[in-house]
């Protein structure tokens, strides 16, 4: 099977830079997304790590270390339109490559 | 590019009817959809993979004979809840899968659905 797991809850100040953590076990790994979520909305991408190392996009950036079943996104610059859930998901392998989504951080940016 | 349209966005219903959501993918051909739940402040759960002209794969745990799903044609997918129940109420969420596009398979993700079922 497969677990990952991130934290619930984030709560960080309008400008800062919050990290939001994920860890995964799983067998074949294909790669990670993170994705977005307004409440009521559809998920939208952030990311892809399929390698280990840093990928920067603007104010995101996303981390994978491969050997440590680990991942984290980074945001700068906080804006209060960053409040929402960020979902950590792992593709693995095989038929259509399939996405497993973590348990998702509702974060609360605050003034 | 890559959009997909779920209808309807919401609907209610009483409890023992059926409902229909279809999912589409407007301005490409997807290889395979991807049906989800997610109940409040909770992540998506995988229901089944959705492949044209072929039986949809459920995962573990999902009745296939109260959500049927039919995969008709490259760019529809439909899910019927049969049977509805107050506890099927859930946000129901679809994704196309784009091949080829870029490096990895990105899923691209509907709107959403809001079942309520009363």
């Known amino acids: 099977g497969q677990n990952i797991d991130q934290p619930t809850e984030m709560t960080a100040t309008e400008g800062a830079i919050v990290q939001i953590n994920c860890t995964y076990q799983?067998?074949?790994?294909?790669?990670l997304f993170w994705y977005q979520q307004h409440a009521g909305e559809a998920p939208t991408f952030l990311s892809y790590?399929?390698?280990?190392g840093l990928e920067e996009k603007g104010r995101f950036s996303s981390f994978l270390s491969r050997s440590k079943g680990y991942s984290y996104l980074l945001l700068k610059e906080l804006q209060m339109k960053d409040s929402a859930s960020y979902l950590c998901?792992?593709?693995?392998?095989?038929?259509?490559?399939?996405?497993?989504f973590g348990t998702g951080t509702r974060l609360q940016v605050t003034l | 590019g890559a959009v997909v349209s779920q209808h309807p966005s919401w609907v209610i219903c009483k409890s023992g009817t059926s409902v229909k959501i279809e999912c589409r993918s407007l301005?490409?051909?997807?290889?395979?959809m991807f049906w989800y739940r997610q109940f409040p402040k909770q992540s998506l759960m995988l229901m089944a993979t959705?492949?044209?002209?072929?039986?949809?794969?459920?995962e573990q745990g999902v009745e296939k004979d109260k959500f049927l799903i039919n995969h008709a044609s490259l760019t529809l997918s439909t899910l019927t809840v049969t049977s509805a129940h107050p506890e099927d109420s859930s946000f129901y969420i679809c994704?196309?899968?784009?091949?080829?596009?870029?490096?990895?398979?990105?899923?691209?993700f509907g709107p959403g659905t809001r079942l309520t079922v009363l």
């Open positions: 994704s196309a899968n784009l091949a080829g596009l870029r490096a990895y398979n990105e899923q691209f």
């Open positions: 799983t067998s074949g790994f294909n790669g």
């Open positions: 998901a792992v593709c693995t392998t095989g038929t259509a490559s399939k996405l497993t």
């Open positions: 301005d490409f051909q997807a290889t395979t």
């Open positions: 959705s492949n044209e002209g072929s039986k949809a794969t459920y």
């Open positions: 790590n399929v390698l280990d």
